[in-house]
């Protein structure tokens, strides 16, 4: 390899701040834990080894991980500089690049993360680190520069002088080392500051010192270095993810009639001409088509829909629904549901398990369950599928063309032929042939007069 990389990612910090039982990088933000950013954001530069420094309940990180990277313990919090000490035993020989990232960055771009590697390569520099100019600096580092423009020193919020907190470029927390550099400037880190830690931006102060090259790239979007430290920063960068993500389907072609209030999760895709109104949700491998309308208060979780699907105020979880299918309001699709073309669900009806023939109607508060229909079914207002007996759910089937009337009752498992008619109120207990009509409860077959 022409550039050998290792990563490393802080993630041991305590989080004090964010006032949590739930370790900081484990947080959700955007749909994911905060841990996952990092972990994608160092993928981008193909390290050979990603490093993870754990501390603050060490195994639920390291768990959460998996073989996605190597955890290395930090027992004590001592500062970020102490944390990446912790990583240098498994450093000895390492002659390349080490790239450190602060796992609370979730916004920063891969994009940002080669512009990086190209700026350190090409500066040939020891260390570079990246920064943005801030509306509101509090809390971060400052970059204080020299007559040339060069980085003298990085300073904390409380080692600051007065004229210093007024430096609105702060440091982002992602930096490249040359890692024998790395290696030799964090031999002689020392706490001497107002949070007695041990400062890893005092390896840069170290490498300036020794006459090494520092340098600082600026990142033009703001937005990227917001560090996630307390419950509001989480919210803020919650809502810059999503708006960012709402933005690139507009680019697509989508509409938004409220785009700051819509939880758009990462791997969402959504054809053009569709219209999301406001107060919606929509996450996990959904994937919704063309000149679709997703309306406000609707949850929409790994959905697969065709074209032209309209959803009113409904929950839809793991299932497909095919063209022209439309949905509530307060319709419950929960899993495993397959509904042809142009199926009708509506108001308030539960799906679950279900596959829908085209062109079906499954219509107000009924509930389907564990069951395959045909297509132009007519499942009437309040008709429930029993499926479960107290011990096992059991499956039903209804042919083409049936029609289950107002609140029949279908006690699985139990067979509805093809254009079979059950009358309202029946309480199916047997099959029901083909083009039979049954009623009453249990429900038996209406005898035709004068036959
Ligand atoms: C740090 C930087 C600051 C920068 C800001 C950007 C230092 C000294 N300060 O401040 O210049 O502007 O990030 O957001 O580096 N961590 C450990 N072990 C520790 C301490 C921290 O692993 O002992 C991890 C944390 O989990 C976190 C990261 O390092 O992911 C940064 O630590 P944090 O305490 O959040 O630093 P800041 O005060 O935000
Ligand atoms: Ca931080």
């Known amino acids: 390899m022409a550039h050998p990389l290792v990563a490393i990612i802080l993630a041991a910090g305590e989080g004090t ?13 955007g749909g994911q834990p905060m ?61 390349g690049n080490v790239l450190i990232l602060y796992a609370d960055a979730c916004l920063i771009r ?29 809390g971060y580092g400052r970059i204080v520069r020299g007559g040339e423009g060069e980085v003298r020193k990085i300073v904390e919020e409380k080692d600051a002088t007065e004229e210093e907190r007024r430096i609105n470029e702060i440091n982002a927390g992602l930096y490249l080392f040359k890692a ?22 005092d390896s840069i102060h170290r490498i300036l010192a020794d006459g090494g090259k520092a340098h600082a790239l600026m990142v033009p979007d703001r937005t990227e270095v917001l560090g996630i430290n307390n419950r509001s920063q989480l919210a803020q960068a919650h809502r810059l993810l999503n708006l960012r993500r709402v933005m690139e389907h507009q680019r697509n072609g989508v509409t938004f009639l409220s785009p700051k209030a819509v939880e758009m999760g990462a791997r969402v895709v959504i054809g053009r001409d569709t219209v999301v109104e406001g107060n919606v949700e929509i996450q996990g491998a959904t994937v ?12 929409l979780f790994s959905v697969k829909t065709g074209k032209g699907v309209v959803i009113r105020s409904s929950r839809i979880v793991e299932s497909e629904l095919g063209d022209g299918c439309d949905a509530g309001p307060f319709a419950h699709v929960r899993g495993g549901c397959v509904l042809d073309k142009k199926v009708h669900v509506g108001t308030n009806a539960e799906l679950k398990n279900a596959r829908i023939g085209g062109g079906s109607k499954v219509g107000h508060f009924s509930y389907v ?64 042939p083909a083009g039979a009509t049954v009623v009453g409860i249990p429900a038996r077959p209406v005898k035709k007069k004068n036959s």
């Open 17 to 29: 701040r964010m006032n949590s039982k739930t370790p900081k990088v484990l947080h959700s933000v």
């Open 35 to 95: 841990i996952d950013y990092a972990l994608e954001n160092a993928q981008a530069v193909s390290p050979s080894k990603i490093y993870v420094v754990v501390g603050a309940q060490s195994q639920s990180v390291a768990a959460y991980l998996g073989k996605r990277a190597i955890p290395v313990l930090q027992k004590k919090r001592l500062g970020t500089g102490h944390a990446v000490q912790q990583v240098l035993p498994h450093l000895k020989s390492f002659k």
């Open 110 to 138: 891969p994009q940002t993360l080669l512009a990086l590697r190209q700026f350190h390569l090409l500066q040939n520099a020891a260390a570079t680190l990246l920064t943005a100019r801030v509306e509101t600096p509090f």
């Open 180 to 201: 024998q550099a790395l290696i030799e400037s964090l031999r002689t880190l020392k706490a001497n500051n107002a949070k007695k830690e041990f400062y890893l931006t």
């Open 288 to 299: 919704i088509g063309e000149d679709c309308r997703i309306e406000s208060g609707s949850h």
């Open 369 to 432: 369950g564990d069951a395959k229909l045909g297509r132009d079914v007519n499942v009437g207002a309040g008709c429930v599928f029993a499926n479960f007996d107290g011990k096992k759910k059991h499956s039903s089937l209804v042919g083409d063309g049936a029609f289950l009337g107002s609140n029949s009752t279908l006690v699985a498992p139990v067979k509805i032929g093809a254009r079979a008619i059950v009358g309202a109120g029946a309480v199916v207990t047997r099959d029901v």
